[in-house]
């Protein structure tokens, strides 16, 4: 199965320029000393368009993408970085 999805674009002065799918819903929790990330499809999507993002060739190491409880995450969430490194 083949799909089309958008990633988003990184220029120097600017930084990362995320891609979001719509409706989406994400998560993140500890539980018994393991992280849980939950997500609706769309959540799903917008964390692999995050990743993809920060694995294009004009990104640098220690690029990150920082997801924020009651901004880009549930309320209940903990934060979550995304970090590329070489």
Known sequence: ??????IGSFAP?????LEWSYG??????VESGEV???AN???LTSLAQHLLTLAEDAVPSGTHVHLDASRELE???KDLILERTE
């Open 75 to 77: 309320d209940t969430s």
């Open 24 to 29: 989406f819903r994400i998560e993140v929790k």
């Open 13 to 17: 002065d600017t930084g990362l320029r």
């Open 41 to 43: 499809k769309a959540g």
């Open 36 to 38: 849980l990330i939950r």
């Open 1 to 6: 199965m083949e799909r089309l999805v958008k």
